[in-house]
């Protein structure tokens, strides 16, 4: 299924961009390479190969979870420029 200028025209509107018509024929021909290359893809074999989400295997760097004690409220604000009724003082933002 080839697109048409009108579809390139189309999802362009969708994504609130302007094209101009040069571009609207470049991005017609680069769009249609892409799904040319995916068909060329679908006739790979991948019977055997198993569904992953990255080429390579992904750890986890994080440690794991380790339950401490909160911060005392007192040490807490102990830094804080202003302070009222056990609680942190902000500028209003809205």
Do not use: C, W
Not at 14 to 29: G, N
Not at 56 to 85: G, I, T, W, Y
């Amino acid at each position: 299924m080839a697109l048409t200028p009108e579809t390139v025209r189309q999802v362009a509107q969708l994504a609130r961009l302007r094209l101009r018509e040069d571009e609207v024929e470049l991005f017609t021909r680069q769009l249609n390479d892409i799904l040319d290359y995916v068909k060329k893809l679908n006739e790979l074999d991948t019977s055997g190969v198993p569904p992953m989400a990255h080429v390579l295997e992904v750890h986890n760097v994080f440690r794991e979870d380790q339950v401490h004690d909160s911060l005392p409220v007192d040490e807490a604000l102990a830094n804080a420029p202003v302070q009222q009724r056990q609680a942190f003082v902000v500028p209003k933002i809205i």
